[in-house]
C-alpha cells in the first residue's frame, strides 16, 4: 500500500526513478491526481523550501527534489487536463530573466490547461524583448510572469515598461505570480493582477474573458 507520504518522501529525497512507479501504484489505489499533486509532491517540496534555507540540503539535492516534483506533474498533467475542451482563453507565461526556478510556473501551467486555457509556456530566463515579442506574436489575453528571487523581480518592471514602449501595453493583461512577489509590488509595477496560487491565476485569468 502506497501513502502521500511516500511521494513527499520521494520528493523530499529527490528519488526521480521511483517516482513514476509511485504515482501509478497510488493511481491504481484509486487517488485523485490533484490530491497527488498537492499532499504529495506540493508538501513534499513545502518540506525542501525550509530546508534548503537553513543549509539542511544543499543546491544538487534541492534541483533532485525539482526534477522529481516536475516529472511528477508530468506524469498527472494529462489525467487532470480534460479532453476536446473549447479554448478559454490564451496566455502566454514564463519566468523573467535570470530566474531559473520553474516548479511553481509549472504549476499555474498545468492548472490554466487543465481549465482550458491555451498556454503558450517561454520556459526560464525570459527577457522582456523576448515576452514583448511573444505577446505580438500570440496575441495572448494574459501574460504572466513569474519570479522566485528578489534580485529578479526588477525585470517584470522591465517587461511591463517595454510593452509600453512597444505600443502593447493596452492589448495584454498582465498578472504577476511567485514567492516573494506581492499584491502590493504588482501594483507599484502597475501589473494588472497578482496571484499568490495556481488557483487565483486561473481566476484572474477567467475575469479576463
Ligand atoms: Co532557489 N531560492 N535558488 N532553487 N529555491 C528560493 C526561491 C529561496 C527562497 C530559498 C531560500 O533561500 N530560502 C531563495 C530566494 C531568496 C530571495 O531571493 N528572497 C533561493 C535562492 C537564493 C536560489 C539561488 C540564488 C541559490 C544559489 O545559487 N545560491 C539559485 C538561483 C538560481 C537562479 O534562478 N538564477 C537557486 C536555485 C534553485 C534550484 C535550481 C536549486 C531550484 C529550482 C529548480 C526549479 O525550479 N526547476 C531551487 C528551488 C527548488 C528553490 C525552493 C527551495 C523551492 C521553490 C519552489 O519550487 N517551490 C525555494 C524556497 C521556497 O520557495 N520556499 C528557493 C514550490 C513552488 C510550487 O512554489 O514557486 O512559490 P512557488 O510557486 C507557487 C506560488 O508562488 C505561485 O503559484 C505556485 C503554486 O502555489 N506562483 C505563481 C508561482 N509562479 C507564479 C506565476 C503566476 C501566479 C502565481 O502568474 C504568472
Known amino acids: 500500500m502506497i501513502h502521500f507520504e511516500d511521494i513527499e518522501a520521494a520528493v523530499i529525497e529527490g528519488q526521480h526513478k521511483e517516482v513514476p512507479k509511485l504515482i501509478a501504484q497510488l493511481l491504481d489505489q484509486g487517488a485523485a491526481p490533484m490530491d497527488i499533486i498537492k499532499n504529495g509532491l506540493l508538501s513534499g517540496m513545502g518540506i525542501v523550501g525550509p530546508r534548503f534555507k537553513s543549509g539542511e540540503m544543499f543546491m544538487p539535492e534541492v534541483m533532485l527534489s525539482a526534477k522529481t516534483m516536475n516529472i511528477g506533474l508530468d506524469i498527472l498533467k494529462p489525467l487532470i487536463v480534460e479532453g476536446d475542451m473549447e479554448s478559454a482563453g490564451k496566455a502566454v507565461l514564463g519566468t523573467v530573466e535570470s530566474d531559473l526556478h520553474d516548479i511553481g510556473k509549472n504549476l499555474v501551467k498545468m492548472l490554466l ?89 486561473v481566476d484572474f485569468c477567467r475575469q479576463q474573458q
Do not use: W
Open 113 to 201: 490547461e487543465s481549465s482550458g486555457f491555451q498556454v503558450v509556456d517561454l520556459g526560464i530566463d525570459v527577457s522582456a524583448e523576448s515576452f514583448v515579442e511573444a505577446v505580438a506574436e500570440h496575441k495572448p489575453d494574459v501574460l504572466g510572469l513569474a519570479a522566485l528571487l528578489t534580485t529578479t523581480m526588477p525585470n517584470m518592471r522591465k517587461t511591463i515598461e517595454l510593452l509600453e514602449e512597444k505600443g502593447l501595453r493596452g492589448s495584454v493583461k498582465v498578472l504577476v505570480g511567485g514567492a516573494p512577489v506581492s499584491e502590493d509590488f504588482a501594483c507599484a509595477i502597475g501589473a494588472d493582477g497578482y496571484a499568490a496560487d495556481g488557483a487565483a491565476a
